[in-house]
Structure formats: structure tokens, C-alpha cells
């Protein structure tokens, strides 16, 4: 969802609020590249999780600090993505790149069935806006975890090298972020790069691998079933385009599902294909 705006400041600055990502940029040009552990290395939050700490939520590419709020998500994101973990085909070109995690609630919970849809640009910094090439989703496991298969993205004008992501746990807001590389150059320059969403990065053989951990503003299990009694879906069988709310009960293909977050329906998220937002009964 979209922050409120942050108050206006005067031309003195006064009334602009210090933000998170302010802090994170002065710890950056003082040569501090994000929260460290012991080996020196991006924190991830199940090292945080593991002392028993109350995890931060992971931030909006942007937090209402400078002037890029219309581009929370950026000009190529696309609905309708394949449900698919590997965003590589035969022959394509690029640096291999598998990027892997949890995802973790603030007290250091795993979420399961917490929709992941990622997008990016090529190899040579463009993104595909007629097809779905280097765009797809996919859900995490029991455990909160997940694995993306897919190459290093390109770099195009104005931005530093980056990795679009939506992110939602059943019956919860959705967090549009963006994940990004070290020691890359336009990291300085980018005026949505936020260090808080670094990846931990290698290199492996010819390719590269990245961890990162998501914390979602929620506390505990957000899993749980939906408040009965149901309601009476719109029509009786599911169909796209359609509002549903947490807990209404719909037929698709000769089955019966019930609602476990309110959502805008849209084709290729068929009640059978998005165990995170139908349950099958």
C-alpha cells in the first residue's frame, strides 16, 4: 500500500521528518553499508530472529522521504504474471543468478503461503512489456521459504542494478519493495536505492548467489482461517475481475473454494492456482 505523504517541508528543510532510509544513507557515505553481523556480511533477519530479537519490517523502495512516491512499484510492473520460480529459459543470455530467503513475521515467525512476484529487466537493462519474459511468482513453503532462479538484470538509465518484488501474506497488505546489489557504483546515485534492502551476494562457478530475508509488517501467523460465518460470493462461480472478500465461498472447475484474503481477481490466479488467496473445501 501507498504511505501517506510526509509533511512539506519549508524551504529551510524544517518539517522534514529524518527518515529510515535518511539514517541508513548517512551510515552509507560514513562507509557503513548496511547492519552487519560478525562475518561481515549484509544481516539477515533469521541471525536477528535466532537472538530472540523482534525483527524490523522490511521497507518500501521508497518511505516517503524523497520525491519518487509514484514510483512505488515503477513503470513496468505487469499483473497476471505465470506462476513459475525459474525466470530463465534455454540460451537466454545473462549472469546466472539464484536468489533464495524466508519470509518472517515481526516476531521472527516463518510465513508460509506468502505470494512472492517478482519482475526485472534483461540482460541489457529492458523489460519485457509484451510478454511475461522475466516475470512470475510463486509462493513460499512451510518453512517461509523461497527460491528464485533468474539472471543478474541489466542496468538502464537513472537506476542502479535491482530486483522488483511483491510481497503478501494471506489476508495482509502487500509490500512492494526492490532488492539490490552491493558494491554497485549507482547505489550512491540512485535516489530510490535503500541499503536496509541489500542482498547478501557470491559468486559461484560461472553465476551468482543472493539471500535475502523479507519481514512483513504482521505479527505471528496471518494463515489462520477467516472470521465465519462466510459470506455469499458475487455470482457463485469464480470469475476474473471480480472483488472477492476474505471469506467468500466460490465454485471453479466443479470445486468449491473459500476466500482467505480480499483480493481483485485476474486471470491466471484461477482459485486452484493461488492456494495463498483460495482454500480448496
Not at 510526509?6 to 528543510?13: L, T
Not at 557503513?32 to 524490523?56: E, K, S, Y
Not at 492456482?273 to 480448496?280: D, G, I
Request: glycine share 12%.
Amino acid at each position: 500500500m501507498t504511505p501517506s505523504p510526509p509533511p512539506a517541508p519549508d524551504a529551510s528543510g524544517a518539517g522534514r521528518p529524518i527518515s529510515r532510509k535518511s539514517l541508513l544513507r548517512a551510515a552509507v557515505a560514513a562507509g557503513a553499508a548496511a547492519p552487519l553481523i560478525a562475518t561481515g556480511t549484509v544481516a539477515l533477519a533469521r541471525d536477528t530472529g535466532a537472538r530472540g530479537q523482534d525483527l524490523a519490517p522490511t521497507p518500501f523502495c521508497d518511505d516517503g522521504d524523497d520525491p519518487t512516491i509514484p514510483q512505488m512499484e515503477g513503470p513496468y510492473f505487469k499483473p497476471n504474471s505465470p506462476l513459475r520460480a525459474n525466470l530463465v529459459t534455454p540460451g537466454t543470455p545473462g549472469t546466472p543468478l539464484t536468489v533464495s530467503g524466508y519470509v518472517f513475521g515481526r516476531n521472527c515467525v516463518p510465513l508460509r503461503g506468502v505470494l512472492l512476484d517478482f519482475w526485472q529487466a534483461d540482460n541489457a537493462g529492458a523489460y519485457d512489456n509484451a510478454g511475461y519474459t522475466f516475470r512470475g511468482h510463486q509462493f513460499t513453503d512451510a518453512s517461509g521459504a523461497f527460491t528464485l532462479r533468474t539472471i543478474v538484470p541489466g542496468l538502464y538509465p537513472g537506476r542502479t542494478r535491482h530486483i522488483h518484488v511483491k510481497a503478501q501474506a494471506p489476508g495482509e497488505p502487500v509490500l512492494t519493495t526492490q532488492l539490490y546489489f552491493p558494491g554497485e557504483p549507482r547505489n550512491s546515485t540512485d535516489t530510490i536505492f535503500d541499503p536496509a534492502l541489500l542482498m547478501n551476494v557470491r559468486s559461484v562457478g560461472g553465476g551468482k548467489e543472493a539471500t535475502f530475508d523479507f519481514v512483513l509488517d504482521v505479527q505471528g501467523d496471518p494463515t489462520d482461517p477467516p472470521t465465519d460465518p462466510p459470506t455469499d460470493p458475487p455470482s457463485g462461480s469464480w470469475a476474473p475481475g471480480r472483488a472477492y472478500r476474505a471469506g467468500d465461498r466460490v465454485t471453479h472447475s466443479g470445486a468449491g473454494y473459500r476466500c482467505l484474503q480480499a483480493h481483485t481477481s485476474m486471470t491466471g490466479w484461477e482459485p486452484s492456482n493461488v492456494p495463498a488467496l483460495w482454500r480448496r473445501e
